[in-house]
């Protein structure tokens, strides 16, 4: 171009080519044909050739002009060549220059004859495609990078282009020498000569594999996207943080009752509809986010519907931040929980009721374990009187009978009575100054007695570490022990049977520990057995009896203490119990300083008159009595 016109680059570069190389009186006629290369489709490749004078600085020749336009990855652009007619053949040098412009393109560039055989090949086609000019020049494109499914569309296209289309610009399957297919852009038109014939078959064509992976990523991806919001009923919304700009989903704007477009824009005017009472907390929960103070926005508040409505609604989004740490974009989305919030009211007002009522029941069965258990004494009082003075053995055993079966009552009274105050928070620990080895040993002693008749091994170890008195409530850590010794004896035919104490390698616990070699209890039934009324299954009851209250009693009474009880059980192996309370010790002089020793009265040696208020006769005869 610099010979042919003359110029320099530095003087064309960025000027109208009207001004530069069309002499004036002409200009008017450029101008007709460069209108029809503006006048093609802008999607498609096309191109307008045509011959005119030209001048080159003050002389003028013909000159022959071949607009290309073309469109590469949604970019539109113009290629010019430039010939000069009045010579009468191609200069050498042209034609180099030519060849080198063509080879340095960037984007494939191929001519093919018009039998569909390639003329040229450069560079970036060869990279494109794998095969060298040489494999390629004078070949038949089929088989090599057109596969057979698009062989069919690509002679359609060749048609149309042989026919003088010069719109016929495509995305193709393609194969490369690997075999591999690979997406390209084609940018096709006919070149011409003098006499308007087709000589030949310009295409531009580029790779964009990647590209159209991306894009089919991406439009997998909102498509997924597109689904989840659906399937979830989630409006989505994209707050332009600089412009203060805000999309709506349809979905959102159906959510609160406009029409398909009209929700506002602005952030501020959706504000109006957040209630008043949840606008500052929304605020500062925004503020958080965008100030990276919390990893994430997920906050509910409530929002007015168009028509007035209330709804709870669930918000969560992510934020976009520029080099500076500030937020230009946030993306979220917004769901109606108005049913599950309430649900969640129904549940806790139904909740509230049945504790309410719950504790009713515990402090009925309570008031009447009470009212049970007072003529029960009576009737067991009673009943040991009788045993005293009645002297036939057969009628002894039934009194015995009766006596044995009135106490199981009595105990299943007390279990649940114990329960009940439980249930309604009326039992209290009371801390008191306690000898941990004489209670273990008084336990041992009962069992060792009551027992005895069992060929079991029941053994006692109290670490020495606890010979001194701690802080603890002694009736309730006996009711524990007792109940979970007792079951061990129930539950163990044969074997051994071990009562253990210490202290935890803290020192911050007392650790009793009873282990058995009795029944065990299988994995998946250890967590049930401390639930009230509970027992392994109804066989445990035929066989070993009892109502499942003591464990449950137990292991309230111990978190009740501070404390914990685990179980480690293995079936026809054994069980191991292990109770854990806080451990208070005693501080005092071993002098005994501060110690007031309490010498024994035996009341029965006192002559004594006891005043007895009592509001039941039958207690009142069975005192007299026994007085």
């Given at each position: 171009?610099?010979?042919?016109?003359?110029?320099?680059?530095?003087?064309?570069?960025?000027?109208?080519?009207?001004?530069?190389?069309?002499?004036?009186?002409?200009?008017?006629?450029?101008?007709?044909?460069?209108?029809?290369?503006?006048?093609?489709?802008?999607?498609?490749?096309?191109?307008?050739?045509?011959?005119?004078?030209?001048?080159?600085?003050?002389?003028?020749?013909?000159?022959?002009?071949?607009?290309?336009?073309?469109?590469?990855?949604?970019?539109?652009?113009?290629?010019?060549?430039?010939?000069?007619?009045?010579?009468?053949?191609?200069?050498?040098?042209?034609?180099?220059?030519?060849?080198?412009?063509?080879?340095?393109?960037?984007?494939?560039?191929?001519?093919?004859?018009?039998?569909?055989?390639?003329?040229?090949?450069?560079?970036?086609?060869?990279?494109?495609?794998?095969?060298?000019?040489?494999?390629?020049?004078?070949?038949?494109?089929?088989?090599?990078?057109?596969?057979?499914?698009?062989?069919?569309?690509?002679?359609?296209?060749?048609?149309?282009?042989?026919?003088?289309?010069?719109?016929?610009?495509?995305?193709?399957?393609?194969?490369?020498?690997?075999?591999?297919?690979?997406?390209?852009?084609?940018?096709?038109?006919?070149?011409?000569?003098?006499?308007?014939e087709i000589t030949s078959v310009l295409s531009m064509v580029t790779d964009i594999t990647q590209q159209q992976e991306n894009e089919t990523k991406l439009k997998n991806s909102?498509?997924?996207?597109?689904?989840?919001?659906?399937?979830?009923?989630?409006?989505?919304?994209?707050?332009?943080?600089?412009?203060?700009?805000?999309?709506?989903?349809?979905?959102?704007?159906?959510?609160?009752?406009?029409?398909?477009?009209?929700?506002?824009?602005?952030?501020?005017?959706?504000?109006?509809?957040?209630?008043?009472?949840?606008?500052?907390?929304?605020?500062?929960?925004?503020?958080?986010?965008?100030?990276?103070?919390?990893?994430?926005?997920?906050?509910?508040?409530?929002?007015?519907?168009?028509?007035?409505?209330?709804?709870?609604?669930?918000?969560?989004?992510?934020?976009?931040?520029?080099?500076?740490?500030?937020?230009?974009?946030?993306?979220?989305?917004?769901?109606?929980?108005?049913?599950?919030?309430?649900?969640?009211?129904?549940?806790?007002?139904?909740?509230?009721k049945a504790e309410k009522a719950n504790q009713l029941k515990s402090e009925f069965i309570a008031n009447m374990s009470h009212e049970i258990r007072t003529p029960m004494n009576a009737i067991l009082g009673f009943t040991e009187i009788l045993s005293l003075e009645v002297e036939n053995e057969k009628?002894?055993?039934?009194?015995?009978?009766?006596?044995?079966?009135?106490?199981?009552?009595?105990?299943?009274?007390?279990?649940?009575?114990?329960?009940?105050?439980?249930?309604?928070?009326?039992?209290?620990?009371?801390?008191?100054?306690?000898?941990?080895?004489?209670?273990?040993?008084?336990?041992?002693?009962?069992?060792?007695?009551?027992?005895?008749?069992?060929?079991?091994?029941?053994?006692?170890?109290?670490?020495?570490?606890?010979?001194?008195?701690?802080?603890?409530?002694?009736?309730?850590?006996?009711?524990?022990?007792?109940?979970?010794?007792?079951?061990?004896?129930?539950?163990?035919?044969?074997?051994?049977?071990?009562?253990?104490?210490?202290?935890?390698?803290?020192?911050?616990?007392?650790?009793?520990?009873?282990?058995?070699?009795?029944?065990?209890?299988?994995?998946?039934?250890?967590?049930?057995?401390?639930?009230?009324?509970?027992?392994?299954?109804?066989?445990?009851?035929?066989?070993?009896?009892?109502?499942?209250?003591?464990?449950?009693?137990?292991?309230?009474?111990?978190?009740?203490?501070?404390?914990?009880?685990?179980?480690?059980?293995?079936?026809?192996?054994?069980?191991?119990?292990?109770?854990?309370?806080?451990?208070?010790?005693?501080?005092?002089?071993?002098?005994?300083?501060?110690?007031?020793?309490?010498?024994?009265?035996?009341?029965?040696?006192?002559?004594?008159?006891?005043?007895?208020?009592?509001?039941?006769?039958?207690?009142?005869?069975?005192?007299?009595?026994?007085?």
């Amino acid at each position: 171009a610099v010979d042919l016109f003359g110029l320099n680059a530095e003087n064309v570069i960025g000027k109208s080519l009207l001004h530069t190389i069309v002499p004036e009186k002409e200009r008017n006629q450029f101008l007709k044909e460069v209108e029809k290369v503006w006048s093609l489709d802008t999607k498609k490749t096309g191109s307008v050739s045509f011959a005119m004078p030209l001048h080159k600085k003050a002389k003028e020749f013909l000159g022959y002009l071949h607009f290309l336009r073309i469109k590469i990855r949604q970019e539109v652009y113009f290629i010019v060549y430039v010939r000069n007619l009045e010579l009468n053949y191609i200069e050498e040098q042209y034609v180099e220059e030519f060849k080198l412009q063509v080879k340095r393109m960037p984007i494939g560039h191929i001519v093919w004859t018009p039998d569909f055989k390639v003329l040229t090949f450069n560079p970036a086609a060869e990279k494109i495609f794998g095969f060298s000019q040489e494999e390629m020049i004078g070949s038949h494109p089929y088989g090599k990078i057109v596969p057979v499914e698009m062989q069919e569309t690509v002679t359609a296209i060749w048609k149309r282009l042989l026919e003088g289309d010069t719109t016929a610009n495509s995305i193709n399957e393609n194969l490369n020498k690997k075999g591999e297919k690979i997406f390209c852009d084609w940018a096709n038109t006919p070149l011409r000569n003098l006499q308007g014939e087709i000589t030949s078959v310009l295409s531009m064509v580029t790779d964009i594999t990647q590209q159209q992976e991306n894009e089919t990523k991406l439009k997998n991806s909102e498509e997924r996207l597109a689904l989840a919001i659906k399937g979830a009923r989630d409006g989505m919304w994209d707050w332009d943080i600089v412009n203060d700009k805000v999309y709506y989903s349809p979905h959102w704007e159906k959510m609160f009752g406009y029409e398909l477009g009209a929700a506002p824009k602005s952030l501020e005017a959706v504000q109006s509809r957040v209630h008043p009472d949840d606008l500052a907390g929304m605020f500062q929960e925004v503020t958080k986010y965008l100030n990276h103070e919390i990893a994430t926005y997920n906050y509910e508040f409530r929002m007015f519907h168009c028509d007035g409505t209330l709804l709870w609604t669930k918000h969560r989004a992510l934020a976009m931040f520029d080099e500076k740490g500030n937020a230009t974009r946030m993306i979220g989305t917004t769901t109606d929980i108005t049913t599950i919030k309430n649900s969640e009211k129904f549940l806790l007002e139904a909740k509230e009721k049945a504790e309410k009522a719950n504790q009713l029941k515990s402090e009925f069965i309570a008031n009447m374990s009470h009212e049970i258990r007072t003529p029960m004494n009576a009737i067991l009082g009673f009943t040991e009187i009788l045993s005293l003075e009645v002297e036939n053995e057969k009628h002894k055993e039934y009194i015995g009978i009766i006596s044995q079966a009135g106490k199981n009552l009595i105990s299943l009274l007390n279990d649940i009575l114990d329960l009940s105050m439980i249930e309604v928070d009326k039992i209290e620990i009371t801390l008191e100054e306690v000898n941990i080895r004489k209670l273990l040993e008084g336990l041992y002693s009962l069992f060792d007695v009551t027992q005895k008749n069992k060929e079991i091994d029941f053994t006692l170890s109290v670490s020495d570490e606890l010979n001194h008195s701690v802080f603890i409530d002694e009736l309730r850590l006996k009711q524990i022990l007792y109940n979970l010794i007792g079951n061990s004896f129930k539950f163990t035919k044969n074997g051994s049977i071990s009562l253990g104490a210490s202290l935890s390698s803290d020192i911050q616990n007392l650790i009793f520990t009873i282990s058995d070699t009795g029944i065990g209890i299988p994995a998946d039934q250890q967590e049930l057995i401390f639930e009230s009324f509970y027992q392994e299954d109804a066989q445990s009851t035929r066989n070993y009896g009892g109502t499942g209250l003591g464990l449950a009693i137990s292991k309230r009474l111990v978190l009740l203490m501070g404390g914990d009880i685990t179980l480690e059980s293995e079936p026809s192996r054994g069980s191991v119990f292990t109770v854990s309370v806080p451990y208070i010790p005693i501080n005092k002089v071993a002098s005994g300083v501060g110690i007031i020793e309490l010498k024994e009265i035996k009341l029965a040696d006192m002559n004594l008159k006891v005043l007895v208020v009592e509001d039941n006769l039958l207690n009142t005869m069975l005192i007299k009595k026994n007085a």
